[in-house]
């Protein structure tokens, strides 16, 4: 599928920051810390940035939602790294990082609030609501069997545009937050259509399949 890879931010970028941070990762595993801890510290940096958000502070609170999504990107490099890749760590990052958006847009929808923007922070509420529902879709779709990882505004983007929108200014803050709220919500269409053509595609075969074992039944009938 062509469009498998639309995203905003290209895997190769991905790919070179990974590889710019690994002799840190390399480090880490050296000294035997645990990827959970990294799971554990992303979560309250992004309770900081909630904070930090609800008092007025956007530069320091784009500073920590990196930080914070920072050390989601490591720890499960660490995991893999330390050969320490579990069922469970994978479930408890997927966990915790639903919390982190949670109290990230409560943090940022607190401040808009706060200061009578009403409709941004009506905005930052359908903004994690398509954040939530990027995660559910995929997670859903894969228990039933379908490939459902595309998507043009994912996780990594989320973090790095709401960051760096509150350093650079409010307005663009707002700008990033409508950004969200439609592309992330058309992020988890995208993921409900991939799976039904996946679906569609599976039954077409099957048909084709039962279709064939028809026919050569016929076949040896009349031989």
């Known amino acids: 599928m062509a469009n498998t890879r639309l995203r905003l931010i290209p895997e190769g970028i991905q790919n070179v920051f990974i590889k710019m941070v690994t002799p840190l990762i390399n480090r880490f595993t050296k000294w035997g810390l645990s990827p959970n801890s990294f799971t554990l510290a992303g979560v309250i940096i992004s309770c900081l940035a909630a904070v930090v958000f609800i008092m007025g502070y956007l530069r320091l609170g784009g500073i920590l939602i990196l930080l914070g999504g920072l050390c989601d990107m490591m720890d499960g490099s660490l995991a893999r790294s330390a050969g320490k890749a579990t069922r469970f760590g994978a479930l408890f990052d997927s966990v915790l990082d639903r919390y982190s958006e949670f109290v990230m847009f409560f943090g940022v929808a607190a401040h808009f609030i706060l200061t009578k ?3 941004t922070s009506i905005v930052a509420f359908f903004a994690l609501c398509g954040s939530i529902m990027v995660s559910y879709c995929r ?3 894969e ?3 379908f490939d459902s990882k595309l998507g043009i505004m994912q ?3 989320r973090i790095v545009l709401l960051g760096l929108g509150a350093i650079i200014h ?3 803050l707002k700008v990033v937050i409508w950004l969200i709220a439609i592309l992330a919500n058309f992020t988890a269409l995208q993921r409900i259509r991939q799976a039904h053509k996946q679906d569609a595609g599976k039954f077409e075969q099957a048909s084709e399949t039962k279709a064939e074992h028809s026919d ?4 040896a009938v009349f031989k």
């Open 216 to 219: 050569n039944n016929k076949h």
């Open 139 to 141: 997670a859903r779709a």
């Open 170 to 172: 409010v307005l663009a």
């Open 143 to 145: 228990s039933l069997g």
């Open 117 to 119: 923007d009403y409709q």
């Open 155 to 157: 996780r990594p983007e």
